[in-house]
């Protein structure tokens, strides 16, 4: 029922630009937060931005100034615009929202409280 589908991913050069989509059905966007989580091969998933259900957003240190992070709850949509990327950025993005809506604004880099993820598209840069 449940289903988050990332999609825009790809293999580009260092200091190029990509911009990631999370579709979603089975479930609103809308009262819910929503992030994004990399995994680089051999490295834990991590944190990389997160957009509230009230509007506010969130970014990993990694990303603050590269990563835009936004929503259209209209289209049930959400996107990571990703600038300047470097190959450090080379990993599995994922896209994930949490089980409850309206929640309170805490815990939102942390895997454990997001109840639904995408399957992950792979951004690759090169050096």
């Known amino acids: 029922q449940v289903q988050l589908v990332e999609s825009g991913g790809g293999l580009v050069q260092a200091g190029s630009s990509l911009t990631l989509f999370c579709a979603a059905s089975?479930?609103?966007?809308?009262?819910?937060?929503v992030g994004w989580f990399r995994q680089a091969p051999g490295k834990e998933r991590e944190f990389v931005a997160a957009t509230t259900w009230s509007g506010s957003t969130l970014y990993a240190d990694s990303v603050k100034g590269r990563f835009t992070i936004s929503r259209d709850n209209a289209k049930n949509t959400v996107s990571l615009q990703m600038n300047s990327l470097n190959p450090e950025d080379t990993a599995i993005y994922y896209c994930?929202?949490?089980?409850?809506?309206?929640?309170?604004?805490?815990?939102?880099?942390?895997?454990?409280?997001?109840?639904?993820w995408g399957q992950g598209t792979q951004v690759t840069v090169s050096s």
């Open positions: 994930a929202t949490t089980n409850g809506r309206y929640q309170v604004i805490v815990g939102l880099t942390a895997t454990q409280n997001y109840a639904y």
């Open positions: 089975g479930i609103t966007f809308s009262g819910r937060h």
